[in-house]
Nanobody, 125 residues
Framework: QLQASGGGLVQAGGSLRLACEASGRTFSSYNMGWFRQAPGKEREFVAV????????HYADSVKGRFTISRDTAKNTMYLQMNSLKPEDTAVYYC????????????????????WGQGTLVTVSS
């Protein structure tokens, strides 16, 4: 089970930190990712922390502004979002998937089998 939190309303240029608490799985054994879905748009990849390599990958649209991290002791993953823009407005979902997922597939939402309920981030201009 994944529980996302930390969303809210923020002005453009501001920051938010999302959290995703995991239970029922060995947290560190799975890829942990963030996706988002804006109104009327498809769900899109934001960032992932790969379990095997401990590498992180980001969508081009958030690179340099967002940072994904995890605290294995707390079974919690974070998404630090800085320099927020109105186009970042979306429901943000955390997800976990197999650590065996190949690199070319980690941005596909089909590569994740457990999803949190989503947390809404609204960035005003």
């Amino acid at each position: 089970q994944l529980q996302a939190s930390g969303g809210g309303l923020v002005q453009a240029g501001g920051s938010l930190r999302l959290a995703c608490e995991a239970s029922g799985r060995t947290f560190s054994s799975y890829n942990m990712g963030w996706f988002r879905q804006a109104p009327g748009k498809e769900r899109e990849f934001v960032a992932v922390f790969r379990a095997n390599t401990r590498n992180t990958h980001y969508a081009d649209s958030v690179k340099g502004r967002f940072t994904i991290s995890r605290d294995t002791a707390k079974n919690t993953m974070y998404l630090q979002m800085n320099s927020l823009k109105p186009e970042d407005t979306a429901v943000y979902y955390c997800a976990s998937g197999s650590a065996r997922t190949i690199l070319s597939e980690i941005r596909r939402h089909a590569s994740y089998d457990f999803w949190g309920q989503g947390t809404l981030v609204t960035v005003s201009s």
